[in-house]
């Protein structure tokens, strides 16, 4: 099983998930709430990391967030996009 205890580091624009050996993911973002870019290694996808980025930064900004284009394949099915 892999480790997920993580800590959680913020800079301006900027959440990213890091464990003592690497990043597990990160979300770049503006204040207007576009999603830039965002990002989890493929080593620790499919445990719900994209998601939980998207609801810290929806909650750090209080407002609705919206996808830059162009959206990847995953980024379309994450914000439920077809």
Do not use: C, W
Request: glycine share 8%; hydrophobic share 35%.
């Amino acid at each position: 099983m892999l480790n997920l205890n993580y800590d959680i580091i913020e800079t301006d624009g900027v959440i990213t998930f890091k464990n003592q050996n690497t990043t597990l993911g990160f979300i770049r973002y503006d204040n207007s709430g576009e999603i830039e870019y965002i990002f989890v290694n493929p080593i620790f996808r499919k445990k719900g990391l994209a998601k939980k980025l998207l609801k810290i930064t929806k909650q750090k900004l209080g407002k609705s967030l919206i996808p830059q284009e162009p959206i990847s394949p995953l980024g379309r099915k994450l914000f439920h996009l077809n």
